[in-house]
């Protein structure tokens, strides 16, 4: 599907700036930071909206962190290949789409939309490939037979699931233990308890038709695609095996990421990634902020108030990606202020130096995205006045934009 259209990213090493040291992201799989320096394009999957109720603050840190990493990667000196999934047909859409009388195909054109726009407020990297699970039911058939032929497809009534024993390294992404992932499961969409399955975390692959849903006519029967083999079926077609990130908020790390990725294997008998990376759950009011409990501050709504974009983001950024975090209403007036701020500095006819900034802040970014250090290390430079550089103001400027995304 359409996706939507990039900002412009200064390529510092083109500017006499060099490039940036080599990237190091922490890998929930391992619990470690790993350099993430692959030869050619750095290959990126990160799980899209579904698309009711966006685009929420928490959704906004989630992209935000992989639109970071994307900046760090290219200041590396690498080209990006950028996948991202819509899951445009799934049960929370459709009950949604169910309580409010509006048809779920509307709903999700609609919702997809007003994501698209604040992406491009935020100054979000658009993915190459921005894929929806109803464009995608060929790839999941197609995958489903290769499981099937693998042994690792059984029939309940007329829906299909697969038997997470047939990898033998399941449980490797998440590092938890069954009982965890049993607790886990049916809180984010697992069905533990339904009579048939031969273990009650296997998950759905296939749905057959149910009254009043949308379905597709294919060769397993009337239905719709299972969550986790949309996502592992889009990112094997557009990106391969053993691609180098695995993203999304720290919400999909059981059961979605190693459900994707036990199915990706299963077939290929290769790793699905290299790296899984999670950011942090922004809160609100006390709980996680997410659709179905409509805690929300939604990023159309700040910008409905007037709040410039670029202080929206500011007001992420003060924030380390792997962070839980609560948002509190006094976050947009800070950012503000040092917007403000910095704008005031880079505008400066003569400013302090800019190399050891720029130093920093390459440093902050590639030490596993640490913008608040990045931040702060900005600050200190914009409240300095021993004017001396009359370069170091668009030095900054650019810089700032390259890395961060921020446009003064
Ligand atoms: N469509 C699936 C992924 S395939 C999904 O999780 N959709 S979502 O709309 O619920 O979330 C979209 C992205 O935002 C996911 O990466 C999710 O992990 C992230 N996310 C959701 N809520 C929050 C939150 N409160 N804080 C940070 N990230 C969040
Ligand atoms: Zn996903």
Redo the contacts with the bound molecule.
């Keep these: 599907m359409r996706s939507w259209s990039s900002p412009d990213i200064p390529l510092l090493g083109d500017l006499g700036l060099g490039v940036g040291p080599v990237v190091q992201v922490h890998d929930t799989a391992t619990g470690r930071l790993r350099p993430s320096d692959p030869s050619g394009s750095a290959r990126l999957y990160?799980?899209?909206?579904?698309p009711y109720d966006?685009t929420?603050m928490?959704?906004a840190?989630?992209y935000l962190a992989f639109d970071l990493l994307q900046r760090a990667w290219r200041d590396h000196g690498l080209d990006v290949d950028y996948t991202q999934?819509v899951?445009d047909v799934?049960d929370p859409l459709l009950e949604r789409a169910l309580a409010t009388g509006i048809d779920w195909s509307d709903l999700a054109e609609r919702e997809i939309e007003l994501f698209r726009q604040d992406m491009t407020a935020l100054r979000i990297i658009a993915p190459a490939n921005y894929v929806g699970a109803v464009e995608t039911i060929d790839l999941v058939v197609s995958l489903i037979d290769k499981l099937d032929a693998a042994g690792a497809v059984y029939r309940v009534d007329d829906d299909l699931y697969f038997d997470v024993h047939a990898d033998a390294g399941f449980g490797a992404v998440s590092g938890l233990d069954e009982q965890a992932m049993l607790q886990i499961f049916p809180e984010r969409g697992g069905d533990p308890a339904r009579a048939g399955k031969k273990h009650p975390l296997d998950c759905l692959l296939w749905q057959a038709e149910r009254p009043g849903e949308p379905s597709w006519e294919t060769r397993l029967g009337r239905g719709r695609p299972g969550?986790h083999v949309?996502?592992a079926a889009i990112a094997l077609e557009h990106l391969g095996t053993a691609f180098d990130v695995q993203g999304?908020?720290?919400?999909?790390v059981f059961p979605?990421h190693e459900m994707s990725a036990s199915e990706a294997t299963v077939v290929t008998h290769e790793p699905f990634a290299q790296a899984y990376v999670h950011?942090?759950?922004?809160?609100f009011e006390g709980e996680?902020?997410?659709?179905s409990k409509g805690n929300l501050v939604l990023v159309s709504a700040l910008r409905a108030a007037g709040h410039d974009p670029m202080a929206i983001r500011l007001a992420l950024l003060a924030h380390h990606y792997r962070s839980d975090w609560e948002w509190f209403d006094d976050e947009i007036a800070k950012a503000e202020v040092r917007l403000a701020a910095w704008r005031d500095a880079v505008s400066r006819p003569l400013a302090p130096a800019g190399a050891d900034l720029l130093r920093a802040v390459r440093t902050a970014m590639a030490d596993d995205l640490d913008a608040p250090a990045a931040l702060a290390a900005i600050d200190t430079w914009a409240a300095d006045d021993s004017a001396a550089d009359p370069q170091a103001g668009r030095t900054a400027r650019t810089a700032i934009d390259a890395l961060l995304g921020v446009a003064l």
């Design positions: 990160v799980c899209g909206i579904t966006a929420h928490g959704h840190s989630t999934n899951t799934d969550w949309e996502c999304g908020g720290s919400d999909l979605h950011a942090g759950m922004v809160g996680k902020m997410s659709k």
